[in-house]
């Protein structure tokens, strides 16, 4: 480690904000790079709001070099995870620094051995408490339009992790589908077809207080459809409700497509909304005094729309229910002027949901890499 080089752990609300908004800082003349929402940001990272962290060992380090602060990260080691997947594996997440190896190298190494006094023997990320927050780093793509709730870093990270002797683990690509004028006869066939279906409800919403009983149970729909992929961990009732208050404020109901069985339980559900990027860009993640404004502005303006989550419950599957979610959001699309819709993340392995997208005609247009490196 570089003698001007110190590392400070994060226990105080003053370290903490500087950990928060160092970003921004970081990423200063990085034209693509986008805020978090910053009071989405206060509420992730308190321990006493989060409740994700009833169930994880973290900690939160930030860098200094000649009295500045040049870099931070965030360790976490899901054990409700470790447990129920038999791995001993530690997360890092939210790195940023600027561009000096010798930052990331004291960093990792520090979240390295924090993890090893644990018992740990691996580390992956960028990786948060669950495959719901933030995760990957940008390998492909670095001129396409970042989207809300994905990572973006500079194009010398992910060699500063490799040099750092962290090899791929995973692999999540992201395609752009161009919305058609009309929805194209041979999807509106099958959709015809499904949705004549007797033991099914199609919902559709146009005010939030019409969509708010139904979070939660989409939420708990998540849990079972989810249960398989990489990084996942079902969420208890304390977790789907500090989700349930993390999104509703931002979305648009219209954009909210639910099928429910005849007994009003949710059986398929697609949550997407239009890119507020630009307006977040514009607020510089602030909500106050006038963020607000911009954020509702670029809603109202954006052309693109971004695939949030999505799922059916694996007893209804093969009964077209995802083509009747995927119609209904280009149909609302359509309405509403949309150009172009970002399908969000997908694991590359998951070969049924690239086959959706390739069925779209979308282009694959941005890959994300989870590393991993064993804990010497």
Known sequence: MRAN?????????????????????????????????????????DEKKNKSFLTADTILLLAYQDNKAVGRIMGIIN??????????????????????????????????????????????????????????????????????????????????????GFMKEV??????????????????????????????????????KELKPWVV?????????YKHIYGFIPLEETEIISYAKRYLPILDPHFVKVITDKNDKVIAFIISMPELSDGIRKAKGRIF???WYHILTAGKKARLLTLLLGAVDPKWRGKGLDVILGVSILKTAIKNDMENMDSHLILENNSIMRAEYIRYEGRLHKRYRIFSKPIS
């Open 289 to 291: 005094p006038f963020g």
């Open 5 to 45: 080089l110190l590392v400070k752990k994060v226990e105080s609300s003053k370290l903490l904000r500087q950990f928060i908004f160092l970003p921004e800082k970081i990423h200063a003349d990085h034209k693509q790079w986008v805020h978090p929402l910053y009071f989405d940001d206060k509420v992730f990272f």
């Open 217 to 225: 149970p989409i939420f708990q729909l998540i849990n079972e459809a």
């Open 171 to 208: 692999d999540l690509v992201s395609y752009l589908i161009k919305i058609p004028e009309v929805i194209p006869p041979f999807l509106d066939r099958i959709y015809q077809r499904a949705a004549r279906n007797p033991d099914i409800i199609i919902r559709e919403f146009s005010k939030k």
């Open 79 to 164: 054990n409700r995870y470790n447990e129920v997947h038999h791995e001993k594996n530690a997360r890092f997440c939210f790195l940023d620094c600027y561009e000096d190896i010798e930052i990331a190298k004291v960093l990792i190494e520090e979240v390295e051995h924090w993890a090893r006094n644990k018992g740990m023997e691996k580390l992956v990320g960028p990786l948060g408490f669950s495959d719901k927050d933030p995760q990957g780093m940008l390998i492909e793509g670095f001129d396409e339009k970042v989207v809300i709730a994905t990572n973006y870093n500079y194009p010398w990270m992910p060699s500063y992790i490799e040099q750092l």
